[in-house]
């Protein structure tokens, strides 16, 4: 590993305008970790990637490198790119059984993070970096929202994230209440009322999109996000019709095939998958079927029923009459995206949110209450793990800087009263 490692280290150019970087969305100074690493400063490099990233050991594994970092290196255009991915997972993987410090000095201000996705995760680890004490909430036992409950043990291996926990929620005095849904027995007022003085929310999108056709109710329909999330629960038969060709839809497929389903078929409207490439040619790879340019239109106790459809240079979509067809099969599952989790938005309207039902925020992350902020899918839509941190970086810092000013203003009032 170490010997191939190196071996990628030495093939990069160390260009000095490094397009490797420009295509990282989290902005990681690739040359620079490689440069230490080729000169023997393992910890120097795992602190900076840390520093720039703290989900570095999971979008080592998980990021769409061949579109970012792996897909703009200069010498991907005539050969092979260097592979950042592997240098990234050693170095980190490696520091992170270094990490042994324990909290920074207390500010004595309390912070509240709902949710600890990608988003809520690099929220709460950069806040205890300058002191805060943060309390995590999350709706479910185990921190990781979409990271655990969403991507698949042979592509994100459950260890990282428990690594995680203890190195930097559990060392790091952070707080975490588990199995706690905010917007129910406690709201966003309770959290102000008991001192926290600045909210961040990242809550995800775990609403699944539904194809509204008939039959989707019954009991042999089962949602992607869903499956994804527990799928010991389910009894999905010999022959699966999967709905949908993103990349979720690769993760349950590939999921389905290691519990038992032998027959996986994804059903695309389009002639073209909408996973990425990596993700594609590893669900062909282990078997799994593609059909292309078919509409379900309804769903019966033993298949699904398909229409064709054809696609014009300009992507528009037109139904092909006469051309119905069954597709018979055990389990349905639709994996169609998904939309964001309304409870606690429900619980307060005073969060503006757009048509599409994801959180409003300014260009700092600020949403349309004052105090409380968010990041990560519950603003973006579904997007990648990188985009959530890179844009959960601005938060935290836009907190950072809300709450001290709210602290000095604070201090600032009481010394005039008491003048």
């Known amino acids: 590993m170490a010997l191939h490692v190196m071996s990628e280290a030495a093939a990069c150019l160390q260009c000095k305008n490094p397009m490797c970087r420009k295509g990282c969305p989290i902005n990681t100074n690739i040359p620079e970790a490689i440069r230490l690493l080729r000169e023997n400063r393992l910890d120097e490099a795992g602190w900076m990637l840390f520093e720039n990233n703290p989900l570095t050991t999971v979008c080592s594994l998980i990021c769409n490198h061949e579109k970012q970092c792996e897909g703009h290196c200069i010498k991907g255009i005539k050969g092979t790119p260097v592979h950042f991915s592997v240098i990234e997972n050693y170095i980190s993987s490696y520091y992170a059984t270094q990490m042994t410090h324990g909290p920074v000095k207390s500010n004595g201000i309390k912070a509240a993070i709902v949710g600890s996705g990608p988003a809520g995760l690099t929220v709460a680890i950069i806040l205890a970096r300058y002191g805060y004490d943060v309390t995590i909430f999350e709706s479910k036992d185990k921190i990781g929202g979409v990271l655990r409950y969403g991507i698949p043990e042979f592509r994100l291996p459950k260890t990282v994230l428990d690594d995680i926990k203890y190195r930097h929620i559990d060392m790091k005095n952070i707080?975490?209440?588990?199995?706690?849904?905010?917007?129910?027995?406690i709201t966003l007022d309770d959290l102000f009322r008991d001192g926290y003085k600045a909210i961040f929310v990242g809550t995800?999108?775990?609403?699944?999109?539904?194809?509204?056709?008939?039959?989707?109710?019954?009991?042999?329909?089962?949602?992607?996000?869903?499956?994804?999330?527990?799928?010991?629960?389910?009894r999905l038969g010999n022959k699966l019709v999967l709905i949908g060709a993103g990349n979720a839809a690769m993760d349950v497929a590939r999921t389905a095939l290691r519990n038992g389903t032998h027959d996986v078929t994804c059903f695309s409207l389009t002639k073209k998958v909408a996973a990425s490439e990596y993700e594609f040619s590893y669900a062909q790879l282990e078997g799994v079927n593609f059909e292309y340019n078919l509409k379900p239109i309804e769903i019966k106790d033993d298949g699904v029923i398909f229409r064709e459809v054809t696609e014009d240079e300009d992507g528009k979509i037109t139904e092909v009459p006469g051309s119905?067809?069954?597709?018979?099969?055990?389990?349905?599952?639709?994996?169609?995206?998904?939309?964001?989790e309304t409870r606690l938005l429900d619980e307060d309207n005073t969060i503006e949110t757009s048509k599409r039902g994801t959180v409003s925020v300014d260009g700092s992350g600020k949403t349309s209450r004052e105090g409380v902020f968010a990041s990560g899918d519950i603003t973006l839509g579904a997007k990648t793990v990188v985009e959530a941190v890179a844009q959960s970086k601005i938060v935290a810092l836009s907190m950072h800087q809300y709450m001290q000013s709210l602290v000095n203003n604070e201090k600032k009032e009481n010394e005039e009263q008491n003048v």
């Not at 067809?325 to 169609?336: E, G, Y």
Request: net charge positive.
């Open 204 to 234: 995800g999108v775990w609403k699944p999109n539904a194809l509204h056709i008939k039959g989707e109710t019954l009991g042999n329909v089962h949602y992607g996000i869903n499956y994804l999330n527990n799928p010991d629960a389910f």
């Open 175 to 185: 707080k975490f209440r588990p199995n706690v849904n905010v917007g129910s027995a």
């Open 324 to 340: 119905d067809r069954k597709i018979l099969c055990d389990s349905v599952i639709i994996s169609i995206s998904q939309g964001p």
